[in-house]
């Protein structure tokens, strides 16, 4: 199990075991101390919301829920112990016990008590620990000590000790009472209750004050607590407990909190009260004192004043007057003010002034509203004084003041609203109330009891809504009691009978439970739903008890008529949802079932009548049903997912007082049925479906076989996403048919038109099961009579009249025409014995059916089927057109844009599919490369999508409807992407061609993970990592493993249904787009990685030719990687499945890929027959998809309209090319008539130019003038002609021309082969491009050398070129698109949708604009590179590279292999010197004696240099076994590693001499002569070669040798070779030749010509001097291919101690130096612009990161902390995070790595791409500097991210190496650079130094192995000097 895996587990407490927890264990045992601190932290993050969840769902230990068992509870909490345990041992602090605390209290409520008392003493530990008071560590329960020191006052840490001591209490509370009554004894009578340690102490401590808020709920939780436990303690202790729970509420409450607290101190009073003759003589004593810190306690943080004006507080005194006067202390009856008498009369009121001040104050009501202010305060409070003892005995008297107290309480009512008298009313109605209900406690009249009580019900009902406050807490309860209050008033037996009498006890109930329902649901709309719940719960219990006394056919009646029952169901919704929202599911969902209960009960009858009158199978939604669905979609998904209560969710278990009928019942179960249908592929969900699906089918089984064969198709239906077995499918299906074509309906005589319907839905279904199966013969055959039935549907449909044609009267004579034609075509059609071309399209009118792959005629008859809706119509054309444009018949999909134009134009299309249809059409017309009307379709789509979202804000949506929206945004965003990528590649912008690929996939991967989200459909398989937060994967992808899973040929997993099949559909071809777009660039890694996620998606749509794309992509990936036999079995796997599949394009794809395979294999002729094969079955394939069968001849023009014509073009290119030896211009002539523009026209132009330069060389060696020169060295301009005639033969006339021919197809090729051609392409073409325009020159053709040097470095760097490209667009544009809901803008500018991603994006731009301010110079550089990129032709007008501003001591050599291997082409560029190339052959006629030269082919070469470097590998994992070994082993170690040492030397130096030969000077450094000097030298030079010549017969030289060519060879050693002197003069005289003279090579005598060269070269020596003011220290760059980047050229003889560093292009490096130059810009300083400056204080340094290096570590430990005192800065000895490397990459000048690898672990090579900046960096990691080799893919590694990322010199490891030597090495490097603080000192000062580059060179010769550790350092980039 891996951690990931653990923390999973541990996230989930159902999936939590004792094998969990071992896991656990182990891992906190083995890692490291970082590791572990971060896992133990996370597992304690993660087992914490774990409980949560367990606490939400409603488990109890006493009564546990699935799916979490009472064992893994106890597992969870087991792991948060030991995780605990675990990290207090690493750390101690604040944090920990907040989440040791925060553990705990998830346990305290679910009531796991013994388990929270276990935790809480390492608690106790902990916080004693941080108070630095170890003692009180054993101190007794419920203290905590307060220590001398300021910690005791810091709010976090009293914070933790509040909380640990309130769980403890909590958890004491819980235990045996007699073992701890001491304890709390204890705590409640301590003597001073500030200090002690106790809670209350905490509480009142200054330090408190602050948080009061964060502690009051802790101590309302102890009340609580308390008020439920201390009935289990005796009297006094109990009262003392709740007392003391009161002093810790008041002790950090506010003024509303004292609202309600002194009830609860009145309550418990009360209670004394009761039993105070029980209670001990002193305990009187105790008790007022405890009251009276009460009062001090408030006092001192709400005020006496405030206290005494609290009416809540006065009850709470005149409560405690009560208590008897005798021995009570004084002080105390002093405070309360404890009466002595009681008057027992009230002189102020007597029954004719009660009714006269009433009658005065109604009076003011109206005339003087402000005397009634000033009046009724003071009358409120006499007239309760009086009724609490009015002295009346006459029931008249009572009358009398009731009726006048009533009219003034009515007259108030109707009039406070409305006036200024509002804020009386609270006063105002609670004195009335309070009045009212003495009243009715006295000697009242039995006539006017129903009127009190129904005043004094108002009267509360009204209160409590004045009452209740959202923003105070406290306000609740008192609202809530006087509605209680009102119930009890009603069920008090004195009223009852009254009440009851008159009928107001009914209506009076209806009153309160509205007022309970108004109140609680406007605390559900304010948020709280948990202060809700009391007031709807009293509400529906109210309902309840009314519904039980009506009858059920008065209940059906008042539902339709009476609001009062209609809100009856919706009052108990509201009430679950509070739940819901609580997380108290299970209440919920007993809840919802009542409510559905009580409204099935009240319309049932209408349900019944419904569901038997109607013609449709689902449920109504019309009053009086709305709510219905509603209710059971709530009860299905919380019972099935939240609860998986299994078939106890039916709806069918319901408990009913009425009996529903069966069709009822049925329709009731399927609306369950058809909630959980998508998801049956989880096994719980599927085994509920079933069993619902039994109970439907024993409902229907008898008397309903139309509504039964409904459920036997969604069994079938079902079934194809769980991979029902055929033979079960086919019995259901014949079971359908039987009871369709039945007579007698019985019961379903309403439903007989839906059989139609039906039928074709299971034709349809049974269509996939038999895909599924592969049995294409079924598929053809149900196919056959949908379409059959479909079109007598159409029929029908037609002849009605019931569809009128929105287009013209000519357009709709036409239609009919073809709908008349096509019943013959259809019958062609069935005479087929193969399948059409399968087409994939979205659902269409059969529901919700994905029709996967029919046939086209079954599309044009959907066409004419569809027509009835002329919105499913439109969609239909517009899918037709779509799929005709994705196969190439781009004819027939313009005239299907047409048709659908005249029906957008109506207005019964909606705008989404008019949007949808612009934007595909814009993309069709970008295609044909029609761009300005494309362009023009684009902004009108844009422009209307604006103004439609614009209107929709204004509209309410309901849920479902903005899920549709909100997916369809994204969907159309994707489409507005994909058509901007089309129209931006016929502008050839390939970064905004990316961009748009990207924004259109991640749109598609948002949509489609919101639907399943919010559909609850599960994910295909686990996501393995996010692609669409990175661009470029070189590092952190998996290498493509291209062994393909066939198991079975294509996947059959879990499939996607309706709209998830709908957006799978556009995820798959926009990552189809993206993958594709990567394997042209020659990103193999993305490509794969892109390939192997359309491929999942594939799986879900289970599309043949689908999920073939994919595989065919992997493939070909698997090719190119030149895994051949991986790729070759995969195809072999899939045969027997394509061979049915014959025509199709999968067949034809396959076929290729099986040529390619044995054409890499040498078994040419099989590979012919195989393209033959898909030739063949892609013609056959045109043939059936012609647009005769899709179109009438007569507007069908569009013969060049071919069916997947780029395929095809593909095909036919490789079988051209396979007859590049004889015919091959019929082939060229098929390509050529495929198409003008897109793939088939760069093919063609490709296949042209490979095939004409084959042709043009091929020429050459049959010429019999020429074929000597097969092995001849070529170069440009060896030879100046001087004279204008030739004697040329007319062979040679006609060959220079047909070579010209040749150079104009590349050129062209080249035009189009960046935008729509593939890497491999482009190299292959510019390389061979290059070798041509080499032998023209030869031939005396006068070509530009810098052109042609500027094309191959091109080719070399092609790949890069790109990647460079793309990763511009990250570090400069990925601000410019914040929103991928914001569709890309033609003026690269991004159009703002909504006003939410306006507010998004104004925030980043305004983060943008501060991070360009601070990297504006690197923006313009980077924006600079990439307008010269896009600006760059290449065709002819290819602009050559500026090798003029090279600085005069750079060299530059670019090597590469040609194409076929046979030869290097080499090129040396100076900044002062003519651009030099030859074209040398490995097999040479310089060589005199080939057999004695070893074989040194380049893939002998690469495959010794693999072995030497793998032994090495092998030997040096062994150190660690021979470091304690005896002498011989290690003097045998160290053999063998000599040996390898020598081997690899040897190399070297037999590649120098073998490929390089005499033309190595190439590579020799730059020496300066004076004009007279080379005078003398060139004529020296041509001296000998006359010399030479003479001995040949001739006398003299006709043309001058290039004097670049003399300078160049004049710097050879005369000490070289002989043969290396021969291959110098076989070039000149082949040079001759080919130029036109004539010369007898065999009469010349090369042996005394090599004497005479050796002299020459001698006497050039002595006379050549090097230019004086150069005074710059020489410096080569190595610019390589994929070939030979993996042989250290550095340490070849020629190059070995000398400056040499590799580039990747000649563009990087002019780039290089433009922006040394910008950043020297006004710099008048002494330095050149030649070099990368850096500031060496400014480094950061990573030491070994991984722990395991630990003699590196000792070695360099001391030195860069010591660099410490002149700013380096770095980590050492722990794993850095990517956060830090980027910001060092970024902000410091120089990066130091000692570690493995490159710190490709802790940084990804794609977020190193995307940096502005990057430090110069040096990576001693092994294998640092490696590029990985790809087959025909461009290398790929470290380096090139870091070059990419803006590094500008870079040191790295080309191959594993010992740490020791390669220590060693670095410590010599930074020796020689003076990094020590003194050298860096020294360095800010002065204005020279030493090049990095030198340093590396120097210090190749400290290592024991000079070569086998000594050459596997190498710079990339340019110098630093330090």
């Not at 194409?1459 to 074209?1479: A, E």
């Not at 000192?1881 to 090049?1891: A, I, N």
């Amino acid at each position: 199990m891996s951690q990931t895996q653990l923390l999973q587990s541990l996230g989930d407490t159902a999936s939590t075991s004792a094998d969990t927890v071992e896991v656990l264990k182990r891992f906190i045992r083995d890692l490291d101390i970082p590791e572990r601190r971060i896992l133990v932290m996370k597992a304690i993050n993660a087992v914490t919301i774990a409980l949560g969840h367990v606490q939400k769902s409603g488990w109890m230990s006493s009564a546990p829920i699935p799916p979490y068992s009472q064992s893994a509870v106890e597992n969870t909490i087991l792991s948060a112990e030991i995780s605990l345990t675990a990290l207090r041992v690493m750390k101690s602090g604040v944090n920990i016990e907040k989440a040791t605390l925060n553990f705990v209290g998830k346990l305290l409520a679910l009531k796991l008590y013994e388990a929270a008392w276990h935790l809480l003493p390492s608690t106790k530990i902990g916080i004693c620990s941080i108070l630095h008071d170890p003692q009180s560590v054993g101190s007794k329960e419920l203290v905590i000590p307060h220590p001398q020191s300021e910690l005791s006052q810091d709010p976090d840490l009293i914070l933790v000790i509040v909380t640990y001591l309130s769980y403890e209490a909590h958890a004491l509370l819980h235990k045996e009472p007699r073992l701890v009554t001491s304890l709390f004894w204890d705590m409640v009578s301590a003597v001073n209750f500030t200090t002690g340690g106790y809670i209350l102490s905490w509480l009142t401590s200054p330090g408190a004050q602050g948080i009061a808020d964060k502690l009051l709920p802790l101590c309302t939780s102890l009340l609580k607590a308390v008020e439920l436990k201390y009935t289990v303690f005796g009297e006094e202790l109990s009262v003392l407990l709740r007392i003391y729970a009161i002093q810790c509420v008041l002790s950090v409450g506010s003024g509303e909190e004292y609202k309600w607290i002194w009830k609860q101190a009145r309550n418990v009073v009360k209670e004394y009260i009761k039993y105070k003759s029980a209670a001990s003589s002193s305990f009187g004593n105790i008790f007022d004192k405890s009251l009276m810190s009460c009062v001090e306690i408030a006092g001192s943080r709400y005020g006496t004043n405030d206290l005494d004006a609290d009416p809540s507080f006065q009850d709470l005194l005149s409560e405690w007057r009560r208590l008897p006067v005798k021995d009570r202390d004084k002080a105390v009856l002093g405070f309360i003010g404890a009466p002595t008498t009681r008057s027992t009369v009230n002189p102020q009121f007597s029954t004719s002034n009660i009714t006269i001040r009433a009658s005065k104050l109604s009076l003011c009501l109206t005339g003087n509203p402000q005397e009634f202010g000033t009046l009724i305060g003071t009358w409120c409070e006499d007239i309760q004084k009086w009724a609490s003892n009015p002295g009346i005995e006459n029931e008249n008297d009572w009358t009398n003041i009731y009726n006048g107290l009533e009219k003034l309480r009515r007259k108030f009512r109707r009039t406070y609203e409305s006036s200024d008298l509002e804020k009386y009313a609270i006063i105002v109605f609670a004195s009335f109330s309070d009045v009212y209900s003495r009243l009715i406690k006295g000697r009242v009249s039995s006539r006017i009891i129903p009127d009190l009580v129904s005043a004094t019900i108002e009267c509360r009902i009204v209160l409590s809504k004045h009452l209740l406050k959202h923003v105070d807490a406290h306000t609740y309860g008192k609202s809530l009691d006087q509605l209680t209050t009102s119930l009890h008033l009603l069920e008090d037996s004195h009223t009852n009978k009254e009440l009851v009498a008159t009928g107001k006890f009914r209506t009076l109930r209806q009153c309160i439970s509205g007022a309970l329902w108004n109140l609680g649901s406007s605390l559900y709309q304010a948020g709280h739903w948990d202060h809700a719940i009391p007031f709807i719960s009293e509400g529906v219990m109210v309902d309840r008890d009314l519904l039980q006394t009506e009858s059920i056919d008065d209940k059906g009646e008042k539902y339709l008529t009476d609001q009062f029952y209609q809100q009856m169901p919706r009052r108990m919704m509201l009430l679950a949802s509070c739940y819901v929202k609580l997380g108290e599911r299970l209440d919920a969902y007993k809840l919802y079932r009542d409510a559905l209960a009580c409204l099935l009960t009240l319309i049932g009858r209408p349900l019944d009548t419904h569901c038997r009158t109607s013609s449709g199978f689902s449920l109504p939604t019309e009053s009086p049903f709305q709510h219905l669905i509603g209710l059971i979609e709530r009860i299905t998904v919380i019972g099935a997912y939240e609860l998986r209560l299994s078939a106890d969710i039916s709806v069918d278990t319901l408990s009913l007082p009425i009996d529903l009928s069966p069709i009822s019942r049925g329709t009731l179960i399927e609306a369950q049925i058809s909630i959980l249908r998508h998801d049956t592929r989880k096994n719980y969900i599927g085994s509920i479906v079933q069993d619902l699906l039994k109970s439907v089918e024993a409902i229907y089984q008898k008397g309903y076989p139309i509504r039964f064969t409904r459920i036997i198709l969604t069994r079938i239906e079902l079934g194809y996403y769980t991979n029902y077995p055929w033979h079960e499918a086919l019995n259901l299906a014949e079971r359908c048919l039987t009871l369709l074509t039945g007579e007698d309906l019985i019961s379903d005589t309403i439903l007989a038109g839906y059989r139609d319907q039906i039928q074709i839905k299971l034709f349809c279904w049974m269509q996939l099961h038999a895909h599924t199966g592969q049995k294409l013969d079924v598929i053809k055959k149900y196919a056959l009579s949908a379409l059959n039935l479909l079109q007598e549907l159409a029929s029908r449909a037609t002849s009605s009249g019931s569809y009128t044609p929105t287009t013209s009267k000519a357009t709709a004579k036409n239609s009919m025409q073809k709908t008349q034609s096509k019943s013959s075509r259809i019958n062609r059609q069935s005479k087929r014995t193969k399948p059409d071309q399968t087409i994939s399209v979205e659902k269409t009118t059969l529901e919700r059916i994905p029709l996967p792959e029919f046939t086209d005629d079954f599309w044009h008859l959907m066409v004419q089927y569809t027509k009835i809706q002329e919105e499913v119509y439109a969609k239909t054309l517009l899918e037709l057109a779509h799929q005709c444009n994705r196969i190439g018949k781009f004819g027939v999909a313009s005239v299907h844009y047409s048709q659908c134009l005249a029906v957008i134009n109506g207005d019964a299309v909606s705008n989404s599919t008019r949007i949808m249809f612009l934007l595909r059409f814009a993309r069709h017309l970008a295609t044909i490369r029609n761009v300005d009307k494309s362009k023009e379709l684009y902004s009108e789509a844009q422009e209307l999508y604006s103004k439609n979202h614009e209107e929709r804000e204004d509209l309410s949506q309901k849920p479902e409807e903005k899920l549709r929206t909100k997916c369809m945004d994204w969907r159309v965003a994707s489409e507005a992407c994909l058509a901007y990528a089309y129209i931006q590649m016929q502008y050839r912008n390939l970064p905004s061609v990316r961009r748009a690929y990207m924004q259109s996939l991640r749109l598609q991967k948002a949509a489609l993970e919101f639907l399943r989200r919010f559909t609850k459909v599960e994910e295909l398989r686990p996501v393995e990592r996010n692609p669409f937060d990175m661009e470029d994967l070189v590092s952190a992808l998996p290498v493509l493993d291209p062994q393909l899973d066939n198991a079975h040929a294509f996947s059959s997993g879990p499939k996607f249904e309706g709209w998830h099949w709908y957006f799978a559909n556009g995820l798959l071809e926009a990552t189809m787009s993206v993958a594709t777009y990567h394997f042209l660039k020659g990103n193999h890694q993305d490509a794969s990685f892109f390939a192997q996620e359309a491929r999942k998606c594939s799986e879900g749509i289970n599309s043949f030719q689908s999920d073939a794309r994919a595989i065919f992509l992997e493939i070909q990936i698997a090719l190119h990687l030149g895994k051949v036999d991986a790729a070759f079995e995969s195809l072999s796997n899939m045969e027997n499945t394509i061979a049915d599949l014959k025509p199709s394009v999968a067949h034809s794809q396959w076929n290729w890929l099986l040529s390619a395979c044995y054409q890499r294999r040498g078994e040419h002729s099989r590979a012919e027959m195989h393209l033959k094969e898909a030739e063949v079955s892609l013609q056959l394939l045109d043939q059936l998809l012609d647009p005769t069968i899709i179109l009438d001849s007569s507007t069908s023009t569009l013969e060049t309209d071919i069916a997947y014509a780029d395929i095809l073009a593909s095909v036919v290119a490789a079988h051209a090319w396979g007859l590049r030896n004889s015919n091959h211009e019929v082939p060229l002539v098929t390509l050529e008539k495929m198409g003008t523009h897109g793939t088939p026209e760069t093919i063609w132009r490709y296949s042209l130019a490979t095939l004409s330069l084959h042709k043009s060389t091929g020429s050459i060696w049959t010429d019999s003038s020429l074929g000597s020169f097969s092995d001849s060295v070529l170069g440009i301009r060896a030879i100046d002609v001087t004279k204008s005639s030739k004697a040329m033969i007319s062979s040679r006339i006609q060959l220079m021309h047909q070579f010209e021919d040749t150079l104009g197809h590349c050129w062209s090729a080249l035009e189009v082969l960046p935008y729509q051609g593939s890497s491999f392409q482009y190299r292959e073409v510019a390389l061979k491009l290059v070798q041509a325009m080499i032998k023209l020159s030869a031939f005396g053709k006068s070509v530009r050398a810098d052109t042609v040097a500027t094309l191959f470095d091109l080719a070399v760097s092609w790949t890069i070129h790109r990647e460079l490209l793309d990763s511009i667009g990250e570090k400069v544009h990925i601000s410019q698109q914040p929103d991928d809901l914001n569709w890309p803008s033609m003026v690269q500018r991004p159009i703002a949708i909504s006003s939410k991603s306006s507010q998004k994006g104004s925030q980043l731009s305004l983060m943008t604009s501060i991070r360009e301010t601070g990297d504006r110079f690197a923006d313009d550089h980077w924006s600079d590179i990439e307008s010269r990129i896009l600006s760059r032709r290449y065709d002819e007008d290819l602009q050559p590279l500026p090798f003029g501003d090279l600085p005069l001591h750079w060299t530059v050599v670019t090597m590469s292999v040609s194409d076929t291997k046979d030869s290097i082409l080499i090129s040396r560029c100076r900044g002062d010197q003519p651009v030099l190339m030859f074209d040398i052959p490995l097999k040479r006629n310089a060589r005199s004696d080939q057999s004695q030269s070893p074989s040194m082919s380049v893939d002998w070469v690469t495959q010794e240099l693999k072995e030497i470097i793998e032994l090495s590998c092998q030997n040096g994992k062994r150190a660690t076994e021979v470091i304690n070994a005896n002498r011989e082993a290690r003097a045998q170690w160290w053999s063998e590693r000599s040996l390898l040492d020598k081997r690899l030397s040897g190399l070297l130096e037999d590649i120098e001499f073998c490929w390089l030969g005499g033309f190595k000077a190439a590579f020799l450094d730059h020496v300066w002569v004076t004009e007279e000097t080379f005078t003398t030298i060139e004529g020296v030079f041509h001296q000998a070669f006359r010399h030479l010549l003479s001995s040949g017969g001739r006398s003299s030289l006709l043309d001058r040798i290039n004097p670049a060519v003399i300078r160049c060879f004049a710097q050879l050693s005369p000490d070289c070779r002989n043969e290396e002197l021969e291959d110098i003069i076989y070039f000149v005289l082949d040079a001759y030749q080919l130029a036109g003279n004539s010369i007898s090579l065999s009469d010349i005598d090369i042996d005394e010509g090599i004497i005479d060269l050796r002299r020459i070269l001698r006497e050039i020596r002595h006379i050549q001097t090097k230019k004086a003011n150069l005074g710059k220290k020489q410096h080569l760059f190595l610019i390589l291919d994929r070939n030979l980047q993996a042989i250290p050229w550095e340490s070849t003889p020629i190059l070995r101690g000398r400056a040499v560093s590799r580039v990747p292009s000649l563009a990087f490096l002019f780039d290089s130096l433009r922006l040394a130059k910008a950043r020297r810009a006004g710099d008048d300083g002494p330095l050149p612009v030649d070099r990368f400056s850096i500031n060496p204080s400014h480094t950061f340094y990573v030491l070994n990161p991984g722990g395991d290096l630990r003699r590196t570590e000792e070695k360099f430990k001391p030195w860069v902390q010591q660099m410490s005192k002149v700013g380096w800065s770095g980590i050492i000895g722990r794993k850095p995070t990517e956060f830090e490397l980027v910001n060092a990459l970024d902000r410091s000048d120089l990066f130091i790595y000692f570690g493995h690898g490159g710190a490709e672990q802790y940084i990804r090579g794609s977020r190193i791409r995307t940096l502005k900046n990057c430090a110069a960096a040096m990576l001693w990691g092994c294998s640092s500097g490696l590029m990985a080799d790809a087959g025909d893919f461009e290398r790929s590694g470290t380096p090139y991210n870091y070059l990419i990322g803006g590094c500008q010199s870079l040191v790295a490891n080309l191959w594993d190496v010992t740490d020791k030597d390669i220590d060693k090495f670095a410590e010599a490097v930074f020796k020689e650079l003076r990094m020590d603080v003194e050298g860096v000192k020294t360095e800010l000062e002065s204005s020279e130094g030493v090049s990095v580059v030198d340093a590396v060179a120097r210090a190749r010769s400290v290592c024991k192995l000079p070569y086998l550790t000594g050459a596997a350092p190498i710079v990339y980039g340019i110098p630093f000097y330090l």
